[in-house]
Each structure stands twice: as C-alpha cells, then as structure tokens.
C-alpha cells in the first residue's frame, strides 16, 4: 500500500510522498516498524512528538501529528485536523475486514451486560457472534481475557480483522465515553448503537457531566452510519437529549422500557432469583421469563432486545432468546449460600450501580442486607461519601473494605467511605472482610460482594496482586482461612 492510498480521504499528500511505500501504524515508537506511519498523540502524561526522532530511527515512512513538532523530522511529515481520528482510520484503512453488522453500546453502566446479552441473542438466532469489552473478547471460537473497556484503536481494528476472517458475522462491542471522546472508534462501521444510561462516573476525567454526555452523544451524533439503529433505554432523564440527537440523523430509533415504545415493559413479577416480563412490541404481547435477579438487568436485557431487533432479528426468536440469557460474570452473580441465605457477587464499583444493586437484592432480604464494598484509588475521589452513604442507606451491615487502592493509602479511602456511613465496620484486608461477611450470614439474610466483579487482581501501588471475590467466597463458605 502507498502513503496515497493510506491517506486517501484523510489527508491531502504532495506527489512525492504519495508513492512511499506504507506498512502499518503506530502510535507508540517501540511498535513501530520499518515502513510504518508514527502518530505522535498528545497524551495527557506525556506528547508522542517526543518520540519522533525514536520512530524515524525504527523506520518510520511518515510522521503524523495535529501540533507542530519541535524538530522537522527526515521523513514526510503530515499535519492532521485531529491526530486521534487520523489514527482510528488509519487503523481501519491497514485492517480493513469488519463483520457486517456492528452494535456498540454507550452508557455509564450495563454496557458489559448488554454486550454479553445481544451476543448471546445473535448466536441463538443462528449467528456467528462476538462481544469485546471490559471483560475481553468472546467469539464462537475463543475468549481472550482483555482489560480496556475500548482498547487502542490498532490493536481495535487489527482484532475486528482477525474476527471477520474467522467468519464473525455480528460483533458488539462496549463505547466507553473515554473511548469515545478519544476517537478510537472513529474508523469503526457501525450499524446499531445503543444507550443504557447516565450517571455520575468518571468525573475524574470528564470536567462536568455535560462533557460526559456530549462524549457519549458522539456515538449518536458521529459514529453510526447513515441509516443505522439507535437503540434508546427511554425511561432517564437524559433519554430525551440522546433520542434528539438520534432523531436529527434520521436514524432508525427504538426505545425500551416501561416508557419505550419500541419495547414496553408492562409488567414485572418476581419469580424466585428470576422474572417474568410481559413485554410489548409493534402491537403483539409477549411473556418472557428472565432468568436473572434486578431491575438493572431488565433494562439491560431489553436493550439487548431491541439492538437484535434493530440488526434483523424476528420478534418471536428474540424475545424467545431473552429465556435464556446468561449474566455477565460477576454481574449480580449468585456464588453460593449460607444457611440458605445468597451470597451475590457484583462489579457495583460507582454510586447509582450500588444504589441499584442493593435495591435489587433488597427484596431477597427477609432478614438483613449485608454488603462488603470498598472504593478504588487514583479515581474520582468524591464518589467515596455518596458510596458510603448509599451503602448505610441500602444496607442493614455495612463492612468497608480495600479495592484497587493503587497509589493512595488504602486506609484514607476507607476513612472517606467510612465518614459517611456511620456504624459501618472497617475491615481491609478484602478476604477477612469477604470472611466477616459470610460469618454473620443467618437463614433471611443476603451478602452482597460489591466492586470487583469477574477481576482476578488488587492492585496495590503499582502491582497487581492475585484475588478473586469468586475464590475468596468460595473459601469463606468452605471455612478456610483464619
Ligand atoms: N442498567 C443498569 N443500571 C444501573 N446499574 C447497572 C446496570 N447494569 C449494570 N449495573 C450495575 O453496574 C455494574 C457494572 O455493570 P456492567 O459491567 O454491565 O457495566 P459497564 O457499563 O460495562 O461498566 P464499565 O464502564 O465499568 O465497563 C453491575 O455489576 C451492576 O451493579
Ligand atoms: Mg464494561
């Protein structure tokens, strides 16, 4: 491939560097390879025009920068609008295989479930279905433990490649609001994209909650392609500016949910951990038993709906599929009992999903609520009292804990939850918590294991160490330990 061809439809090139031959892309100087194009991106720690002179030397066929460099470089240099976005579809034009239909889900939570649940509905339509997100990525063939929510958009594109040669028909994939802000999905194709819901989270990094919704708007406003579904969890107070934007493109629009009028919920009863849904769409009435506990999980199910919906499923099969539904690991997962009394496992690690998790569980609860949480270091630092808060008010025993504590010291984030949830008890140590946890549980009561989800780490300064809520569960129920 030249630098025309790479560039053509980003930018303008002089013949001259037209004809150089291309290979790849980078945006980090250690990947580069002979032949290939260095993006230098302005990161927020440090400027990847700092690294140019390192990129020529490994080979760089181009330098491609949205800021002036400080040192004109020896190989053709590209000033770009926005580097980010060159990059994104630079990315595309190197690994051009896409599956065709392409679903990405916004949202501040129930992106990871709703990823998971309109794969699983695909694949019992008969599809060749992929999920990638927080919890990695799932194809019919293989599951890759990741960590990004969004990853980078090289290594996005080179496995939306990889995929669509292994024959994944249908991919759906999670749009965190930094990913999206950042332009990694730029270069995507996608035809559905999908809201679930907003609130505080990341305000570390989005200055207000304005910002936070424009950056998730842009799914709506930028990324979906003319003619494409938006799918539109209709029942919060931001629905409306979504479903305006969605509007203003003309794109199809579905909404769902009790004030959906693509998908109605009519009515909920509870049925033991699960729940059966009449639902209503395009004039028919369908009964559908949910096998998952929570009013979250009806949202994210019904989300999931309507994206398959919006993508060619038959109304019957996908409403048929929603009986069969698996959650997310560690997403209001049952991990054992006690007494008969559950033990739930969940990834709650921000304000609003403890306050709907324990509302959830609150009607399992003939005797008391117990959760067992904590809050993570280096992250927004005012989420601490609303958790603290939520938890005294959700739960009857409250026992704060360590998660990710990262660089902080752990025992000054346990003393800012703590603060504002009086007569909480303070354990730090997450296994003699979980333990403290499991101890107390009698015939009535529910322990909820709130933060850490499907993780398998504690990042303690900068190191990971190995835990898992799952084991650590498992443990207490077994009696081990001190
Ligand atoms: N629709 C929802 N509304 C409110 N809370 C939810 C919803 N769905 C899930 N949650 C809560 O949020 C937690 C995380 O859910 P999930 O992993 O699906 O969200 P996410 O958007 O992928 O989060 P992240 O941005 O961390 O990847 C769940 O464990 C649950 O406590
Ligand atoms: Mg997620």
Known sequence: MTLRELFSGIAELD??????????????????????VFVALAGSKTDGARFVAEAVAAGAAAVVSDHALTETPAVPFLRVANARRALALLAAKIYPRQPGTIAAVTGTSGKTSVAAFTRQIWARLGHAAASVGTVGLVTPARAVYGS?????????????????????????????????????????????GAFTNLSRDHLDYHATVVAYLAAKLRLFSDLILPGGAAVISADHAESEAVLAVARARHLRVMTV???????????????????????????????????????????????AAGLALATGGAPDRVFEALGHLEGASGRLELA????????????????????KVLEALRPFARGRLVVVFGAGGDRDAGKRPLMGEIAARGADIVIVTDDNPRGEDAGAIRAAILKAAPGAREIGDRAAAIRAGVALLEPGDVLLIAGKGHETGQIVGDRVLPFSDHAAVAAALAGEGP
Do not use: W
């Open 15 to 36: 013949s001259a560097t037209a004809g150089i031959a291309a290979a790849g892309v980078a945006a980090d100087s250690r990947a580069v390879r002979p032949g290939d």
């Open 336 to 355: 054992g009992t006690r007494h008969g009394a559950p033990v739930f496992i969940d990834y709650a690690h921000k304000p609003d999903a403890l306050a």
């Open 148 to 192: 990004l929510t969004t990853p980078d958009p090289v290594a996005l594109h080179r496995m939306l490649d990889e995929v669509a040669g292994e024959g994944v028909t249908h991919l759906v994939m999670e749009a965190s609001s930094h990913g999206l802000d950042q332009h990694r999905l730029d270069g995507v194709r996608v035809t559905a």
């Open 257 to 303: 949910g009790r004030g959906g009028d693509g998908i109605r919920l009519c009515d909920v009863a509870r049925d033991g951990f699960a729940q059966t849904l009449t639902l209503e769409h395009e004039g028919r009435t369908y009964v559908v038993r949910l096998p998952l506990a929570g009013a979250f999980q009806i949202e994210n199910a019904l989300v």
